[in-house]
Structure formats: structure tokens, C-alpha cells
């Protein structure tokens, strides 16, 4: 019984460290969004351009961060998202 006990606690804390830092990252949800927002944009295409290329860059590094589970890309990823759709909304 311990054993079995001891089992399905590291399973479930492995499965709550798998998923805690998609859960808990805005960007998941945010990037789709402004995605979005791009499409709907009256932006000129040389701005529009402009912007795509830093939002791809803003996503390239948000991957990279939950690739290497790392907090400091993902930080820096949701700065440059928040700068793009900033200009989007304008």
C-alpha cells in the first residue's frame, strides 16, 4: 500500500510540474490573441510587416522558454507581445 501511495504522488507531482508552466503562462492564451488582432488591423502593410516579424521573434521565444522551461525567455517573449499588440491597438 505505501508503495502504491508513493506511486501516484510522484505521478501527480510530475504531472503538476509537466503542465504548471503551460497553465501558468499567459502567452498560451495572449499570442493566439493578438494573432488575431493582426488579422482584423488596419495597420499599413510596411508597419504590419514590421510588427509580424517582432511577433514572430515574441514567439520563437516563447517556445524556446517552455522548451527549456525557462521563466526568463518566457518573460522576455510576453515583453515583446505586449509591445506588438500595444502597437496594434493603437
Known sequence: MDRVYRAAMIAGLLTGAITTSAIACSGT?????????FEQSTLNALKKAELMRKFNGGYAT????????SSAKM?????????VKAEITK
Open 75 to 83: 518573460m522576455e517573449a510576453l515583453a515583446i507581445l505586449s509591445a
Open 29 to 37: 492564451t495572449a499570442y493566439p490573441a493578438v494573432a488575431k488582432a
Open 62 to 69: 516563447h517556445k524556446q522558454g517552455h522548451a527549456e522551461n
